[in-house]
């Protein structure tokens, strides 16, 4: 997607936001007419940079830019979801509300990963950045008690099929599109530019 | 393993029995760029007037507060556009609320409205849904409606919603439909069968006369879901006037009895831990115990097979309305077929046919307004409006369109709302020739389900006519 404007940046100083640098830009509006040339309304074009915090699940982010899945565990011995695992990432047990433990869950997925379930498209939002078609797949994974949906970079999706994850540890952006599937057995000179095997 | 207390399991106790009176709906399409919203609420209001022979200002008088169900600011760039609708209805200066809960919003709208005068705060109540999803190009409104997924895990992953319920049709495909052919056909089916009842509905935005090989040869948007099973992106509106027992019978001589309930579940699908699947009324505990044998992979539940927020819900109003065995205690329902794969998940989760048989609900023509075997009416006819496929999809007025239908059902007026040829033309759409009277003949009693994002809230609303009330259960 190409950046048309500027885009302002944002650090955090002092527990506050501080961004620096333009976030939205206003365009003229223009009209909209019917076939007739009857006034029926206007558009209305900007550009707008929201701010977001991971706030607790920003290690997970963070780590998939070094080629590690994390993901989190219940430890309170008195909840009913003692050492259930999370992956995705839960900062706090469903149940008892504790905060959860970080697990590296790198070399279970690099063991166990297996799709659970798929789905292939051609077609997709404003703002997809992924090649076409896409495809989804659910991955499972040993001791895990949750599902993760993620994407296949390399081969074609089947259920059942062992995954491995890569990472985007070359320009990653730290986000969930660091993290891609491949099946079993890819070459390294097969993953997406900038990706590698988890550590 | 999630496990769920007495507390959590109770049967809602209303402190008043709740009617449904009147409801009204606007015209539905993809685009009404001739209309601004308040223009279709208005509409909507002005029908709901009309179907009790009282004039807008009359009904006005009564009503206390007011609930409203519209979903997506982003797509009108109005935030606070129920205090709007709210000035130009006029009904300042009554409390007022917005309500949203994804594609479920006209269901919960209901589902307020059903508390406030449950709980004695108001005798009469207004619950009115809009949706206006066209005043962005499509792509950009999938990303927006793909914005109710997870954004940090799941919207950027092609900003495409439909994705979200193909990986659901692929598992239920293969586990549940042992990727036969002839399952998919099943699904396809449902296509057919509710854009085809869509064409008999003047306010409806999709009508088409299909085949199944249509449906099937229509193009994919996420594998294994084309084109045709997938519901429609809509603008409209659509209204219900809800009030005590005393209320109600000053409005009209026919007022319904509604009963509301919600459930809920996990955003993120993939977050469902495993659990025992909680059993309804006309289940026993053993029924389930072979269900990973007869279908591999089958036992992992509610995992992308099941809704367990249309089960909690369907749970909590059949309590209500002593519904044991939905297909033998109700005589039509509307279902919430935002895509064909998850029509069939509800029938097991809402317990029309057990879990890993919903496809016989549809391949044994009980589905139908007529079943199409036997010649005869259909045991429990689904979705005569044409549902989401057919009919529309305008989120926060859905709910609301599928409790209407089901009224107009059991008040006997389905042919009414439905035949008159000034609606067709007001509309600016041509009546079929071959239109056919839809009326389910002698219904008691109906149920709606509305649902949103894969499954996160599921409201049931169920309508009986006072005659005709089953036992409560506690």
Not at chain 2, 75 to 89: N, S, T
Request: proline share 5%.
């Amino acid at each position: 997607m190409a950046d048309r404007v500027e885009h302002g940046q944002v650090t955090v100083s002092n527990g506050r936001y501080r961004p620096s640098g333009k976030f939205h830009h206003g365009y003229a509006n223009s009209p909209i007419r019917n076939d007739e040339g009857v006034l029926m309304g206007v558009t209305n074009p900007r550009d707008v940079t929201h701010i977001h915090s991971y706030g607790g699940e920003a290690p997970f982010f963070e780590s998939l830019s070094k080629g590690k899945l994390l993901g989190t565990r219940c430890d309170n011995a008195d909840c009913a979801l003692h050492e259930t695992m999370f992956v995705p990432f839960r900062i706090h047990c469903p149940d008892c509300l504790s905060r959860n433990t970080i697990v590296d869950v790198t070399d279970i997925a690099n063991r166990t990963s297996k799709v659970h379930t798929f789905m292939i498209t051609e077609r997709t939002g404003a703002f997809n950045t992924l090649e076409k078609p896409i495809r989804f797949v659910n991955v499972e994974f040993e001791g895990v008690d949750t599902i993760l949906m993620g994407y296949l970079s390399v081969g074609e999706p089947e259920i059942g099929m062992r995954v491995v994850p890569i990472f985007q540890t070359e320009n990653p952006t730290y986000t969930i599109m660091d993290l891609s599937w491949v099946p079993e057995g890819t070459q390294k000179s097969e993953l997406l530019p900038g990706f590698s095997f988890g550590k | 393993m999630i496990t769920f207390s007495k507390q959590q399991l109770k049967i809602p106790q209303m402190s008043r029995p709740v009617y449904m009176v009147t409801g009204g709906m606007s015209k539905f399409g993809r685009a009404i760029p001739e209309k601004r919203t308040e223009e279709l609420v208005i509409d909507s209001f002005v029908e709901a007037a009309e179907f009790i022979n009282m004039s807008p200002a009359e009904l006005k008088r009564y009503i206390h507060s007011c609930y409203y169900g519209h979903f997506a600011d982003h797509f009108g760039d109005q935030l606070l556009g129920e205090a709007v609708i709210h000035d130009r209805l006029g009904l300042d200066p009554l409390g007022n609320v917005g309500i949203k809960t994804g594609g479920a919003t006209g269901g919960s709208t209901l589902w307020e409205a059903f508390k406030a005068v449950a709980s004695g705060y108001s005798d009469c109540v207004l619950a009115m849904g809009w949706e206006r999803m066209d005043e962005v190009p499509t792509d950009e409104g999938n990303h927006y409606i793909a914005s109710a997924a997870d954004k940090d895990w799941e919207t950027p992953m092609g900003h495409i919603y439909t994705g979200y319920y193909a990986v659901m049709a692929q598992k239920y495909w293969q586990v549940f439909g042992k990727q036969e052919d002839s399952f998919r056909k099943t699904m396809a089916e449902i296509a057919v069968k509710n854009r085809g009842y869509a064409r008999m509905n003047p306010h409806a935005q999709g009508p088409m006369k299909l085949t199944v090989e249509d449906v099937l040869n229509s193009p994919v948007v996420a594998h294994p879901l084309r084109a045709l099973d997938c519901c429609l992106m809509s603008v409209g509106a659509a209204c219900a006037i809800l009030c005590d027992e005393e209320t109600a019978y000053k409005l009209t001589d026919n007022p319904l009895k509604i009963h509301v309930s919600a459930g809920s579940h996990s955003l993120r699908v993939a977050d469902r831990l495993n659990m025992d699947i909680p059993l309804l009324p006309n289940e026993t505990p053993d029924q389930y115990k072979d269900l990973g044998e007869r279908f591999p992979g089958g036992d992992r539940y509610p995992g992308f097979t099941g809704f367990l927020a249309a089960r909690m819900a369907a749970h909590y109003a059949y309590g209500m309305a002593g519904i044991v065995d939905p297909t033998e205690d109700l005589d039509v329902v509307e279902l919430h077929d935002a895509f064909t794969i998850s029509d069939i998940q509800t029938y097991e989760d809402i317990g029309i046919r057990p879990y890993g048989e919903g496809r016989t609900y549809v391949e044994s023509g009980d589905c139908y307004h007529t079943n199409p075997f036997t010649g005869k009416p259909g045991k429990l006819p689904a979705n005569l409006s044409g549902g989401l496929l057919g009919n529309m999809h305008a989120v926060g007025a859905t709910g609301i369109m599928q409790a209407i239908e089901v009224g107009h059902h059991i008040w006997g007026r389905w042919s009414e709302m439905h035949a008159d040829e000034k609606k067709w033309a007001a509309f600016g759409r041509t009546k079929p020739d071959d239109w056919t009277d839809l009326q389910v003949k002698d219904a008691k009693r109906g149920l709606a389900i509305s649902h949103a994002g894969v499954g996160s809230h599921v409201t049931a609303t169920v309508l009986v006519h006072p005659d005709h009330e089953l036992e409560r259960r506690s």
